[in-house]
Each structure stands twice: as C-alpha cells, then as structure tokens.
C-alpha cells in the first residue's frame, strides 16, 4: 500500500472525530481546514468559500482558510477553479494550474488544486478548496477523501438547519 495511503487512513479517523469534538459547522471548517493543512505535505492552502446569502449576481465568499492570505476573497461563480465547482456542482481537479485558463493564482507556488462543492439538502453552498505546491498533487484517493471531509461540513450544516 503507498504511504500516502496510509496517511489517509489515519487522517480520516481525525477528521471523522472533529464532527463530534465541534459545536458549529464553523467550527469544524477551522478545525479541517487546520488539520487537513497540519497533516499534509501537499495540503498547502486549505480553506472555503461559502455562496453569499441572498447575493446577486451569486458570490463565494471565504471563510475559514489556513496558509498564506489570498486576493480572492470573494468569487463570483463565472470565475475561476472556484467558481466552476460550485456552479457546476461537480468536484475539479486541476493537474496543473498554470495550463487552466480559467485559474485564479493565489500563490506563486501552487501548481495543482482541488475544489469540492459542499451541498445542503442536494444545493450546493459552498466549497472546499485545496492548493498543493506540487504537480498533479489530488490522485484519486485524495479527491474521495477531500470529497468525504467536504461531505461531513455538508451534513453538519444539514444536521443546523433541520
Ligand atoms: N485558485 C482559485 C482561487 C482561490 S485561491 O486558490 C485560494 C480559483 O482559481 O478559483
């Protein structure tokens, strides 16, 4: 089995405890964002964008995030990796950020990202957002697992609004 493998497995029993050890949806968004960007050597900026209530034309508009400080603080869904996710519904990997047109550089660095829509009773709300400083970083046993930490946010946001 890869190492990397491995270190999934051990993350997702971490990231499967915070939905207990958390109160609020915003809470566990902090705690994963921190702990997917503690954990993991390519995790290199985590965070989300979350759909502004009521906003029109629609925009995302960040939330909890850890690495460095990004200009794009609010996106609207015509734009971007970003902005493809959540209009689209669909997760998006990009092997190679500077080969997308339709990326937005955040950093220098990143060369690959991942952007998971995050859905509340079948609607997309918002997103999780992952860039890595290497190439071709989201294999298929990162996006399952990026789509499962994306899911549990969904659900605990559910679990608020029942
Ligand atoms: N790269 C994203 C913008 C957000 S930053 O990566 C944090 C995009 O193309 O939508």
Redesign the pocket.
Known sequence: MPASMIRIDELRHEVDALVDQTSSAQELMRAMAKLLHNRMLKYN?V?F?MLEPGAQPPMLA?GA?E?AM?P?TR?PLN???????ASSGETVV?DD?NK?P??????LE?KS?I?VPIFVHGKVVGEL?I?SHFPAAFTAEHQEFVQHCANLVGKKLEAASA
């Open positions: 900026w965070g964008y960040l995030f690495g990004t794009h996106i734009e971007g990796i970003c902005g493809a996710a990009v950020v997308d339709r990326y937005l550089a955040c950093s990143t990202e952007v957002d860039d």
